[in-house]
């Protein structure tokens, strides 16, 4: 397994950066002092809540809740499952995680009053930028799924697609905002540093590598894909989603950033019938598949694999899947999103053998190869499992 390691802003020990340091662009949304303040402190929280907070959960496992646990069973804790059931007994992981949840659900609350507030703002805009380009394609007929609709993804009322306006992008601009909070600016300005490690990773495996066409699915706003764009400016890209608020502010901000190499269309990953069989020498999504029900999932890798062209490669980043590998009680703890922060896909899809399912798609077992990619200065140490800017890639070429 290979590791790149790109560097970002660095973090102060103690204090994350401002709101004031995430990078502007022509969409971004505008923000009084008390809602940069209210941002600032949500950060500050989540820090502390991360690095003095966090650590007291592997704490009360091994002095309190493993103990009790193998006294009551005669046996240690198999799976995750066992662990979890005994650890929402422990107050201070009830604690920790009343704290996470609020949080989260504070951070949303700012957003929505922020975005809300400039609603026509925000969409007048965007359709600006937006006005006259054939590289924003949104198709009305396309279906946002059940499974999709049923959830407020990370606490989002109505979550990413929802449209209240003609024209609408505050979704986007809410998660843009909030994105910088939620990682404590350690992934970037722009919150590209997955997409920066991706790039970086592809440059130092094959200095030759120039795709002519690359596809993107789930591609939400662009965050992973515009330091891949710019870093092969020659390719054709495509980046698809089927929230039409995504794709609006995506444009607009790739646009106002100088990035003009993407298109953005509306359509579902598991019908990429628009495109010919081999029609892209890169086929990649990034933190996507954990947001995918276990029907879905093989439905859009299938199709990624389809239209991925001979010698070409397909990129899935994610967090590490669970494994025979992986103690029960970080399994546990990496969990914890599926259950408390409307993530309902997480746990069955980290356990899904992704290198099988590869496999299974026609891909080589020689050719799949994994890496772990990470971005900015943090203590692994202390790490918030699934929040810290660290990721791990899943890669194959066809044959």
């Known amino acids: 397994m290979s590791t790149v390691d790109t560097k970002t802003t660095p973090v102060a020990a103690d ?5 004031t340091e995430a990078t502007q662009h022509g969409v971004y949304p505008k923000m009084s002092h008390d809602e940069r303040a209210r941002f600032n402190f949500e950060a500050c929280l989540y820090k502390t809540i991360s690095k003095q907070i966090a650590p007291g959960n592997a704490l009360a496992y091994e002095k309190r809740v493993l103990p009790k646990f193998e006294k009551e069973n005669s046996r240690k804790p198999e799976t995750r499952h066992d662990v979890r059931k005994a650890m929402n007994k422990d107050p201070l992981h009830n604690f920790w995680g009343a704290l996470r949840r609020n949080t989260m659900e504070m951070r949303q609350v700012n957003g929505q009053h922020v975005t809300l507030r400039q ?17 924003l394609m949104l198709d009305p007929s396309v279906e946002v799924p059940a499974y999709v609709k049923a959830v407020d993804h990370h606490c989002m009322p109505g979550s990413y697609h929802r449209e209240l306006i003609e024209g609408d ?11 910088f909070i939620t990682t404590g600016g350690t992934i970037g300005g722009l919150c590209d540093g997955a997409g920066e490690s991706i790039a970086q990773w592809l440059k130092d495996q094959d200095a030759n590598f120039k795709p002519k066409r690359i596809l993107d699915i789930g591609c939400a706003l662009g965050n992973s ?37 993407i298109t953005f269309m509306q359509m579902s990953g598991e019908d990429l019938s628009t495109f010919a069989d081999g029609s892209f ?22 199709e990624g694999y389809r239209v991925l062209s001979g010698g070409g490669a397909m990129l899935h980043l994610e967090q590490p899947q669970y494994g025979d590998d992986m103690p029960v009680y970080e399994q ?16 069955a899809m980290h356990e899904i053998d992704l290198d099988e399912l590869l496999v299974g798609l026609g891909f080589a077992p020689e050719s799949i190869s994994h890496a ?10 202390n790490e918030d499992h699934g929040r810290s800017p660290a990721w791990h890639a899943y890669v194959a070429k066809k044959a």
């Open 119 to 135: 609603l026509d703002d925000l969409a007048h805009r965007a359709a600006e930028i937006n006005a006259g380009s054939n590289r």
């Open 281 to 302: 020498d890169f086929v990649m999504t990034s933190i996507f598949l954990h947001e995918l029900s276990t029907k879905s999932l093989p439905k859009i890798m299938r």
């Open 372 to 381: 772990a990619l990470r971005s900015g200065d943090f203590d692994m140490t």
């Open 225 to 261: 894909l515009l330091p891949i764009a710019q870093a092969f400016p020659e390719a054709d890209i495509v980046a698809i989603d089927i929230s039409a608020p995504m794709l609006r502010y995506g444009h607009a901000r790739a646009t106002s950033l100088g990035v003009k190499n």
């Open 332 to 347: 546990f703890i990496r969990d914890w999103d599926s259950y408390n922060n409307n993530e309902p896909f997480w746990s």
């Open 15 to 19: 204090v994350p950066p401002p709101i």
């Open 169 to 179: 992008v505050s979704p986007a601009a809410n998660y843009d905002a909030g994105f």
